[in-house]
């Protein structure tokens, strides 16, 4: 059996001690894939951004707040596994300055500078070793296919998952797995727990058993 990890949730990147950016991410799809994994047998480490709902506790959690931290866990849980799912959706930006105190309202507007977040699946990717393997995740709301496919190349990984905003914190997702050829070899739909069980069956005849 393999050693899975997922990274799961959202990310925050903060203005203030207070404030921060993120998104709707609530860590359902990441949930429901370890469950699937685990009743496959396999070994799940969850990385993990803040979320409400429970991991089961057959699997190893690392919280995390940013996306630097999840970077950092990545870069420090990967190397001990088969293979990652990437079901977390970290923030692709955060401010270019972080202030020490509340932002005062001033009536006027305020501006701010944001700059990029590290990749956290294409810097794995520059480093995974030939028998290790990768599973993204892509929520794209234009040019899906052709967005996830780009994705899948420049992050390295072996398949694509894609689904649209409708994902976000809903209990049913829909999904399309993009192969490296650009051919969408299998769709799910339904609860994200049966999604899941298709992903993960995929995985097992694709990737661990190969």
Known sequence: MAR???????????????RYLTNGSSGRMGKALAEAALRLGHEVV????????????????????????????AQRLFPACDGVIAAAA??????H????????????PITLHLIETPDVIATLGRTRRADQWMVGFALETEDQRFRA?????RKSCDFMVLNGPEAMDAAENAVEIIAPSGNVVEAFQGSKSEVATGILRLIQERLVDR
Do not use: H
Not at 4 to 18: A, C, E, F, K, W
Not at 90 to 95: A, E, G, I, L, M
């Open 149 to 153: 496919l780009t994705k899948l190349e």
């Open 46 to 73: 969850i990385i993990s951004g803040p979320v409400v709902v429970d991991y089961p506790a057959e699997a190893e959690v690392a919280p995390i707040i940013s996306t630097e931290e999840l970077l950092a866990e």
């Open 97 to 108: 300055r972080v202030e020490s105190q509340k932002i005062a309202k001033t009536g006027e």
């Open 4 to 18: 899975i990890l997922i990274t799961s949730g959202p990310t925050r990147q903060y203005l203030d001690p207070v």
């Open 90 to 95: 970290p923030c692709d930006y955060r401010p």
